[in-house]
């Protein structure tokens, strides 16, 4: 079935430590983005990718990176800069941009700082 | 700014009420697209609607009907006939015709009762 799948569904980090998510789809999609989403706030963009080797900064991209080496995949590195990391984090993609199309959403990782 | 509003945080209804989701939207943009997506305990959002700016005709699907009226900036969306399979998060988002990003309300939480 074609879809996107993250993993792992729940991740645990201590302090101090980077994290990686992963994100892939098999839907043939070009665009791929990564959300936070905090209880009472929605969704805020973090990165997003348009094309292969090329991704843009989202509304609150510091303390993340992010890399687009192949279609299918858009890993999310929570790095240690990241004050506040613990949320739950979604993927997304759509097929040339989620402007004027639909998105389709993963089904998300809950990260956790212990 | 462009801004969307969900004041309703969270609603409560017995099964086979109707329910009317409210969002109210800002943009500067002449053209633009209004999404709605719902988000079951499962974590996923669930693309439900895209809506131009140019077509104001409401719509019907089913049980779920939008009502978008450019007059008032808003973009509501009701349940005839609510189940307890409707309960979920409710997100109404905006698009930012530069960017490719879209801009979220911060979601209506649903409940519905048996």
């Known amino acids: 079935d074609g879809g996107i799948t993250q993993s792992p569904k729940y991740l645990f980090r201590k302090e101090g430590q980077n994290v990686t998510l992963s994100c892939e789809q098999n839907?043939?999609?070009?665009?791929m983005y990564w959300y936070r989403q905090d209880p009472g706030q929605g969704l805020r963009l973090i990165y997003y990718?348009?094309?292969?080797?090329?991704?843009q900064k989202g509304d609150i991209a510091e303390g993340y990176s992010v890399s687009r080496e192949k279609k299918e995949s858009f890993p999310l590195t929570v790095t240690s800069a990241q004050k506040n990391p613990t949320a739950f984090y979604l993927c997304?993609?759509?097929?040339?941009?989620?402007?004027?199309?639909?998105?389709?959403f993963g089904q998300g990782t809950r990260l956790t700082v212990v | 700014a462009q801004k969307v509003t969900q004041a309703q945080t969270e609603i409560s209804v017995v099964e086979k009420e109707d329910v009317t989701l409210d969002c109210v939207y800002e943009?500067?943009?002449?053209?633009?697209?209004l999404f709605w997506y719902k988000q079951p305990p499962s974590g996923e959002l669930v693309f439900l609607i895209r809506?131009?700016?140019?077509?104001?005709q409401n719509e019907i699907s089913g049980r779920y009907s939008w009502n978008f009226q450019k007059s008032t900036s808003s973009f509501n969306f009701t349940i005839t006939a609510s189940q307890v399979v409707d309960s979920a998060v409710y997100f109404c988002?905006?698009?930012?015709?530069?960017?490719?990003?879209?801009?979220f309300g911060t979601g209506t939480r649903l409940q519905v009762f048996p």
């Open positions: 997304a993609s759509s097929i040339s941009g989620q402007k004027n199309t639909e998105a389709f």
């Open positions: 839907l043939n999609h070009d665009a």
């Open positions: 990718s348009q094309i292969v080797n090329d991704f």
């Open positions: 943009t500067r943009d002449t053209t633009y697209y």
């Open positions: 809506r131009n700016s140019f077509d104001e």
């Open positions: 988002a905006l698009s930012d015709q530069n960017t490719d990003k879209l801009i």
